[in-house]
Nanobody
Framework: QVQLVESGGGLVQAENSLRLSCAAS????????MAWFRQAPGKEREFVAG????????YYRDSVKGRFTISRDNAKNTMYLQMNSLKPEDTAAYYC??????????????????WGQGTQVTVSS
């Protein structure tokens, strides 16, 4: 089992940047496929980016390609989401997710067993 804690959210103006972190407990972090999801008020939770256990492979939703970068440091048990050129439509609660059996291109909420509590990102125009 793994526990996940997100941090790094906040209020920023459009075109600025934020870096989210997801710290994981335990000594088997590298055994988990990881991903970032987001959920805006009144909307369903949606996939943002996924990363393989080794960190070599990544996958993004179209609307964030070229702006967001997912990465992980298995030595630090931490995953990151660097978000550049933020837009008001990126406003949402951002969640990290983990699962031993998920591939980096798994985009469904049901593909992930473990979730963090979320961190709010608000982008003003």
């Amino acid at each position: 089992q793994v526990q996940l804690v997100e941090s790094g959210g906040g209020l920023v103006q459009a075109e600025n940047s934020l870096r989210l972190s997801c710290a994981a407990s335990g000594r088997t972090f590298s055994s988990y496929g990881m991903a970032w999801f987001r959920q805006a008020p009144g909307k369903e939770r949606e996939f943002v980016a996924g990363i393989s256990k080794s960190g070599i492979n990544t996958y993004y939703r179209d609307s964030v390609k070229g702006r967001f970068t997912i990465s992980r440091d298995n030595a630090k048990n931490t995953m990151y989401l660097q978000m550049n050129s933020l837009k008001p439509e990126d406003t949402a609660a951002y969640y990290c997710a983990a699962d031993r059996n998920s591939q980096y291109f798994a985009t469904m909420v049901s593909s992930y067993e473990f979730w963090g509590q979320g961190t709010q990102v608000t982008v003003s125009s």
